[in-house]
Protein backbone atom coordinates (compact mmCIF):
# COMPACT_ATOMS: atom_id res chain seq x y z
CA UNK A 1 0.00 0.00 0.00
CA UNK A 2 1.85 3.52 -1.06
CA UNK A 3 0.63 6.47 0.57
CA UNK A 4 -1.19 8.07 -2.27
CA UNK A 5 -3.16 5.37 -1.31
CA UNK A 6 -3.53 6.44 2.26
CA UNK A 7 -3.83 9.96 1.71
CA UNK A 8 -6.74 8.99 -0.51
CA UNK A 9 -8.62 7.38 2.24
CA UNK A 10 -11.76 9.04 4.30
CA UNK A 11 -11.87 8.50 7.65
CA UNK A 12 -13.65 5.83 8.13
CA UNK A 13 -12.05 3.26 5.79
CA UNK A 14 -8.58 4.73 7.52
CA UNK A 15 -9.88 3.67 11.28
CA UNK A 16 -11.09 0.15 9.54
CA UNK A 17 -7.16 -0.27 8.42
CA UNK A 18 -5.31 1.70 10.90
CA UNK A 19 -7.50 1.34 14.21
CA UNK A 20 -5.54 -1.70 15.89
CA UNK A 21 -1.69 -0.08 15.05
CA UNK A 22 -2.41 1.12 18.18
CA UNK A 23 -3.94 -1.55 20.20
CA UNK A 24 -8.18 -1.45 21.03
CA UNK A 25 -7.41 2.28 20.55
CA UNK A 26 -8.82 3.15 17.20
CA UNK A 27 -9.19 6.49 19.02
CA UNK A 28 -5.97 7.29 17.77
CA UNK A 29 -5.53 6.54 14.27
CA UNK A 30 -8.56 8.25 13.99
CA UNK A 31 -7.30 11.29 15.36
CA UNK A 32 -4.34 10.86 13.18
CA UNK A 33 -6.00 11.34 9.61
CA UNK A 34 -6.69 14.85 10.67
CA UNK A 35 -2.96 15.66 9.85
CA UNK A 36 -3.06 13.84 6.46
CA UNK A 37 -1.61 13.85 4.16
CA UNK A 38 1.63 12.25 4.62
CA UNK A 39 4.95 12.17 3.19
CA UNK A 40 5.56 8.54 4.07
CA UNK A 41 5.24 5.54 6.56
CA UNK A 42 7.96 7.20 8.82
CA UNK A 43 6.00 10.49 9.02
CA UNK A 44 2.21 8.72 9.53
CA UNK A 45 4.27 6.55 12.67
CA UNK A 46 5.65 9.71 14.06
CA UNK A 47 1.69 11.39 13.91
CA UNK A 48 0.91 7.92 15.89
CA UNK A 49 3.62 8.29 18.20
CA UNK A 50 3.14 12.04 18.80
CA UNK A 51 -0.25 11.68 19.68
CA UNK A 52 0.54 9.16 22.00
CA UNK A 53 3.72 11.66 24.16
CA UNK A 54 1.13 14.38 24.18
CA UNK A 55 -1.41 12.61 25.95
CA UNK A 56 -1.76 13.33 29.73
CA UNK A 57 0.11 10.60 32.40
CA UNK A 58 -3.49 9.23 32.59
CA UNK A 59 -3.85 8.73 29.23
CA UNK A 60 -0.95 7.23 28.31
CA UNK A 61 -1.51 4.94 31.03
CA UNK A 62 -4.82 4.26 29.90
CA UNK A 63 -3.20 3.03 26.30
CA UNK A 64 -0.73 0.53 28.42
CA UNK A 65 -4.56 -0.85 30.11
CA UNK A 66 -6.07 -1.59 26.60
CA UNK A 67 -3.69 -4.36 25.86
CA UNK A 68 -4.13 -7.65 27.10
CA UNK A 69 -1.69 -10.01 29.23
CA UNK A 70 0.73 -11.75 27.89
CA UNK A 71 -0.82 -15.52 27.43
CA UNK A 72 -3.05 -14.05 29.58
CA UNK A 73 -7.27 -14.57 30.27
CA UNK A 74 -7.98 -13.02 26.01
CA UNK A 75 -5.61 -15.94 24.76
CA UNK A 76 -7.24 -19.08 26.67
CA UNK A 77 -10.77 -17.54 26.05
CA UNK A 78 -9.77 -17.37 21.94
CA UNK A 79 -10.75 -13.05 22.37
CA UNK A 80 -7.27 -11.36 21.54
CA UNK A 81 -7.16 -9.21 18.36
CA UNK A 82 -5.57 -10.60 15.32
CA UNK A 83 -2.86 -8.82 15.53
CA UNK A 84 -2.26 -10.01 18.78
CA UNK A 85 -3.16 -13.60 18.30
CA UNK A 86 -0.27 -13.62 15.80
CA UNK A 87 2.08 -11.63 17.58
CA UNK A 88 1.30 -13.99 21.06
CA UNK A 89 1.62 -17.15 18.60
CA UNK A 90 4.95 -15.99 16.99
CA UNK A 91 6.69 -15.29 20.87
CA UNK A 92 5.72 -18.97 21.46
CA UNK A 93 3.04 -18.06 23.90
CA UNK A 94 0.64 -19.90 22.65
CA UNK A 95 1.85 -23.16 23.58
CA UNK A 96 3.38 -22.91 27.03
CA UNK A 97 4.21 -25.73 29.31
CA UNK A 98 1.96 -25.87 32.53
CA UNK A 99 4.81 -24.49 34.75
CA UNK A 100 6.10 -21.35 32.64
CA UNK A 101 2.04 -20.67 32.33
CA UNK A 102 1.78 -20.74 36.25
CA UNK A 103 5.30 -18.37 36.66
CA UNK A 104 4.00 -15.72 33.94
CA UNK A 105 0.79 -15.92 35.61
CA UNK A 106 2.09 -14.82 38.75
CA UNK A 107 4.70 -12.55 37.53
CA UNK A 108 1.75 -10.86 35.47
CA UNK A 109 -0.23 -10.13 38.61
CA UNK A 110 2.30 -8.46 40.55
CA UNK A 111 3.32 -6.61 37.96
CA UNK A 112 0.08 -5.39 37.27
CA UNK A 113 -0.80 -4.42 40.99
CA UNK A 114 2.57 -2.75 41.42
CA UNK A 115 2.46 -0.67 38.13
CA UNK A 116 -1.66 -0.11 37.74
CA UNK A 117 -1.28 -1.54 33.93
CA UNK A 118 -0.47 -4.58 32.42
CA UNK A 119 2.93 -5.71 30.95
CA UNK A 120 3.64 -5.33 27.54
CA UNK A 121 6.39 -6.14 25.31
CA UNK A 122 6.31 -6.46 21.45
CA UNK A 123 5.78 -10.20 21.15
CA UNK A 124 6.92 -10.51 17.78
CA UNK A 125 10.81 -9.44 19.02
CA UNK A 126 10.67 -12.00 21.58
CA UNK A 127 10.43 -15.39 22.79
CA UNK A 128 9.18 -17.40 25.49
CA UNK A 129 12.63 -17.32 27.42
CA UNK A 130 13.44 -13.24 27.05
CA UNK A 131 9.63 -12.38 28.32
CA UNK A 132 10.11 -14.07 31.41
CA UNK A 133 13.22 -12.85 32.30
CA UNK A 134 12.15 -9.16 30.85
CA UNK A 135 8.53 -9.74 33.09
CA UNK A 136 10.91 -10.43 36.04
CA UNK A 137 13.60 -7.82 35.44
CA UNK A 138 11.05 -4.77 34.53
CA UNK A 139 9.11 -5.80 37.60
CA UNK A 140 11.49 -4.63 39.84
CA UNK A 141 11.84 -1.16 37.57
CA UNK A 142 11.29 2.44 39.24
CA UNK A 143 7.41 3.37 38.11
CA UNK A 144 8.75 6.51 35.44
CA UNK A 145 11.07 3.76 34.11
CA UNK A 146 8.58 1.89 33.45
CA UNK A 147 6.05 3.93 32.01
CA UNK A 148 8.63 5.12 29.54
CA UNK A 149 9.94 1.52 28.87
CA UNK A 150 6.08 0.05 28.46
CA UNK A 151 5.17 3.04 25.90
CA UNK A 152 8.49 1.96 23.54
CA UNK A 153 7.10 -1.37 23.67
CA UNK A 154 4.05 0.05 22.33
CA UNK A 155 5.51 2.19 19.71
CA UNK A 156 7.55 -0.87 18.49
CA UNK A 157 4.31 -3.18 18.11
CA UNK A 158 2.73 0.01 16.52
CA UNK A 159 5.84 -0.20 14.02
CA UNK A 160 5.80 -3.84 13.21
CA UNK A 161 1.98 -3.57 12.36
CA UNK A 162 2.37 -0.53 10.49
CA UNK A 163 5.40 -1.94 8.33
CA UNK A 164 3.05 -5.02 7.84
CA UNK A 165 0.29 -2.61 6.19
CA UNK A 166 2.49 -0.61 4.53
CA UNK A 167 5.17 -3.15 3.42
CA UNK A 168 7.86 -1.25 4.93
CA UNK A 169 11.26 -2.33 6.27
CA UNK A 170 10.41 -3.16 9.57
CA UNK A 171 13.93 -4.07 10.64
CA UNK A 172 14.41 -0.70 12.26
CA UNK A 173 13.41 -1.16 15.55
CA UNK A 174 14.85 -4.45 16.34
CA UNK B 1 -24.12 -0.60 41.55
CA UNK B 2 -22.76 1.48 44.25
CA UNK B 3 -19.60 3.89 44.23
CA UNK B 4 -17.80 1.63 46.43
CA UNK B 5 -18.30 -1.51 44.10
CA UNK B 6 -16.78 1.03 41.40
CA UNK B 7 -13.59 2.07 43.18
CA UNK B 8 -12.73 -1.69 44.35
CA UNK B 9 -12.46 -2.57 40.57
CA UNK B 10 -9.03 -3.35 38.94
CA UNK B 11 -8.60 -1.87 35.87
CA UNK B 12 -9.28 -4.58 33.98
CA UNK B 13 -12.99 -4.61 35.15
CA UNK B 14 -13.43 -1.45 35.21
CA UNK B 15 -12.45 -1.15 31.14
CA UNK B 16 -14.89 -4.09 30.50
CA UNK B 17 -17.70 -2.14 32.57
CA UNK B 18 -17.24 1.41 31.43
CA UNK B 19 -15.01 0.74 28.43
CA UNK B 20 -18.00 1.98 25.86
CA UNK B 21 -19.28 4.80 27.65
CA UNK B 22 -17.04 6.80 25.18
CA UNK B 23 -18.09 4.48 21.99
CA UNK B 24 -15.32 2.57 20.55
CA UNK B 25 -12.87 4.38 23.03
CA UNK B 26 -12.13 1.90 26.11
CA UNK B 27 -9.02 4.49 26.16
CA UNK B 28 -10.78 6.93 27.58
CA UNK B 29 -12.24 4.60 30.65
CA UNK B 30 -8.80 3.04 31.09
CA UNK B 31 -7.30 6.77 31.89
CA UNK B 32 -10.48 7.57 33.92
CA UNK B 33 -9.33 4.55 35.91
CA UNK B 34 -6.34 6.12 37.35
CA UNK B 35 -8.71 9.41 39.07
CA UNK B 36 -10.69 6.74 41.45
CA UNK B 37 -11.42 6.87 43.93
CA UNK B 38 -14.72 8.34 42.84
CA UNK B 39 -17.35 10.14 45.18
CA UNK B 40 -20.61 9.63 43.09
CA UNK B 41 -21.72 9.16 39.68
CA UNK B 42 -21.07 13.01 38.64
CA UNK B 43 -17.88 12.77 39.91
CA UNK B 44 -17.21 9.63 37.41
CA UNK B 45 -18.77 11.43 34.60
CA UNK B 46 -17.28 14.61 35.07
CA UNK B 47 -13.36 12.71 35.16
CA UNK B 48 -14.46 11.13 31.35
CA UNK B 49 -15.44 14.45 30.26
CA UNK B 50 -12.26 16.64 31.87
CA UNK B 51 -10.37 13.86 29.57
CA UNK B 52 -12.56 14.14 26.23
CA UNK B 53 -11.92 18.14 26.89
CA UNK B 54 -7.98 17.62 27.56
CA UNK B 55 -7.57 16.43 24.22
CA UNK B 56 -6.49 17.95 21.47
CA UNK B 57 -8.86 19.07 18.59
CA UNK B 58 -7.77 15.96 16.69
CA UNK B 59 -8.35 13.53 19.28
CA UNK B 60 -11.68 15.33 19.90
CA UNK B 61 -12.34 14.62 16.16
CA UNK B 62 -10.93 10.92 16.52
CA UNK B 63 -13.48 10.80 19.25
CA UNK B 64 -16.35 11.54 17.12
CA UNK B 65 -14.76 9.24 13.63
CA UNK B 66 -15.19 7.01 16.49
CA UNK B 67 -18.96 6.62 16.27
CA UNK B 68 -21.07 5.23 13.40
CA UNK B 69 -23.48 7.36 11.50
CA UNK B 70 -27.41 6.96 12.44
CA UNK B 71 -29.14 4.19 10.50
CA UNK B 72 -25.98 3.41 8.55
CA UNK B 73 -23.19 0.70 7.25
CA UNK B 74 -22.76 -0.38 10.97
CA UNK B 75 -26.60 -0.89 11.20
CA UNK B 76 -27.42 -2.14 8.10
CA UNK B 77 -23.94 -5.18 8.81
CA UNK B 78 -25.01 -5.49 12.24
CA UNK B 79 -21.95 -4.38 13.48
CA UNK B 80 -23.35 -1.79 15.98
CA UNK B 81 -22.11 -1.89 19.96
CA UNK B 82 -24.65 -3.19 21.78
CA UNK B 83 -25.43 0.59 23.33
CA UNK B 84 -25.51 2.05 19.59
CA UNK B 85 -28.00 -0.63 18.15
CA UNK B 86 -30.48 0.11 21.32
CA UNK B 87 -30.19 3.55 20.89
CA UNK B 88 -30.52 3.66 17.31
CA UNK B 89 -33.67 1.70 18.11
CA UNK B 90 -35.19 3.65 20.18
CA UNK B 91 -35.27 6.77 17.91
CA UNK B 92 -37.07 4.58 15.47
CA UNK B 93 -34.10 4.13 13.29
CA UNK B 94 -34.03 0.61 12.38
CA UNK B 95 -37.71 0.72 10.97
CA UNK B 96 -37.31 3.75 8.58
CA UNK B 97 -39.01 4.03 5.23
CA UNK B 98 -36.69 3.74 2.11
CA UNK B 99 -37.38 7.54 1.80
CA UNK B 100 -35.94 8.64 4.64
CA UNK B 101 -33.53 5.87 4.91
CA UNK B 102 -31.91 7.53 1.27
CA UNK B 103 -32.39 11.43 3.08
CA UNK B 104 -30.47 10.33 6.09
CA UNK B 105 -27.79 8.79 4.38
CA UNK B 106 -27.56 11.79 1.99
CA UNK B 107 -27.63 14.23 4.33
CA UNK B 108 -24.54 12.02 6.37
CA UNK B 109 -22.21 11.52 3.26
CA UNK B 110 -22.96 15.79 3.03
CA UNK B 111 -22.05 15.84 7.06
CA UNK B 112 -19.03 13.92 6.87
CA UNK B 113 -17.84 15.86 4.06
CA UNK B 114 -18.08 19.08 5.61
CA UNK B 115 -16.85 18.20 8.95
CA UNK B 116 -14.55 15.30 8.63
CA UNK B 117 -16.22 13.39 11.25
CA UNK B 118 -19.88 11.75 10.98
CA UNK B 119 -23.36 13.19 12.89
CA UNK B 120 -23.50 12.47 16.31
CA UNK B 121 -26.59 12.95 18.51
CA UNK B 122 -28.18 11.28 21.19
CA UNK B 123 -30.69 9.61 19.55
CA UNK B 124 -32.20 8.02 23.07
CA UNK B 125 -33.11 11.85 23.39
CA UNK B 126 -34.36 11.87 20.01
CA UNK B 127 -36.77 10.40 17.43
CA UNK B 128 -36.56 9.82 13.60
CA UNK B 129 -38.26 13.61 12.63
CA UNK B 130 -35.51 15.32 14.93
CA UNK B 131 -32.77 13.41 13.73
CA UNK B 132 -33.41 14.55 10.25
CA UNK B 133 -34.19 17.93 11.11
CA UNK B 134 -31.76 18.27 13.86
CA UNK B 135 -28.63 17.12 10.52
CA UNK B 136 -29.99 19.42 8.19
CA UNK B 137 -29.96 22.27 10.66
CA UNK B 138 -26.26 21.10 11.76
CA UNK B 139 -24.59 20.75 8.29
CA UNK B 140 -24.78 24.68 8.00
CA UNK B 141 -23.36 25.49 11.56
CA UNK B 142 -19.95 26.63 11.52
CA UNK B 143 -16.79 23.87 11.94
CA UNK B 144 -15.98 25.20 15.61
CA UNK B 145 -19.08 25.54 16.66
CA UNK B 146 -20.39 21.95 15.24
CA UNK B 147 -17.31 20.35 17.01
CA UNK B 148 -18.59 21.60 20.37
CA UNK B 149 -22.60 20.62 19.60
CA UNK B 150 -21.17 17.27 18.93
CA UNK B 151 -18.79 16.41 21.72
CA UNK B 152 -22.06 17.65 24.16
CA UNK B 153 -23.46 15.10 22.11
CA UNK B 154 -20.94 12.81 23.29
CA UNK B 155 -21.22 13.70 26.57
CA UNK B 156 -25.23 13.41 26.47
CA UNK B 157 -24.79 9.65 25.33
CA UNK B 158 -21.75 9.18 27.81
CA UNK B 159 -24.65 10.23 30.72
CA UNK B 160 -27.08 8.16 29.37
CA UNK B 161 -24.96 4.84 29.33
CA UNK B 162 -23.03 6.21 32.74
CA UNK B 163 -27.33 6.11 34.52
CA UNK B 164 -28.00 2.78 32.71
CA UNK B 165 -25.03 1.09 34.38
CA UNK B 166 -25.10 2.83 37.54
CA UNK B 167 -28.76 3.75 38.38
CA UNK B 168 -28.68 6.80 38.80
CA UNK B 169 -31.08 9.39 37.30
CA UNK B 170 -31.22 10.04 33.76
CA UNK B 171 -33.30 12.96 33.37
CA UNK B 172 -30.44 15.59 34.34
CA UNK B 173 -29.25 15.90 30.71
CA UNK B 174 -32.81 16.11 28.80
Same sequence: chains 1, 2.
Avoid at 19 to 27: A, F, S, V, W
Avoid at 37 to 66: K, T, W, Y
Avoid at 142 to 153: D, M, R, S, Y
Wanted: aromatic residues 6%; negative net charge.
Amino acid sequence: MDMERVNSMGFGEFVDVFGNIIEKCPLVAAAVWSQRPFSDSEDLENHFFAFIDALPRSGQEGILRCHPDLAGRDLHQGTLTAESQREQSQAGLTSLDADDQLRLQKLNALYRERFGFPFVLAARLSDRDTVLRELARRLHCQPELELHTALGEVKKIGHLRLADLLGADPARVE
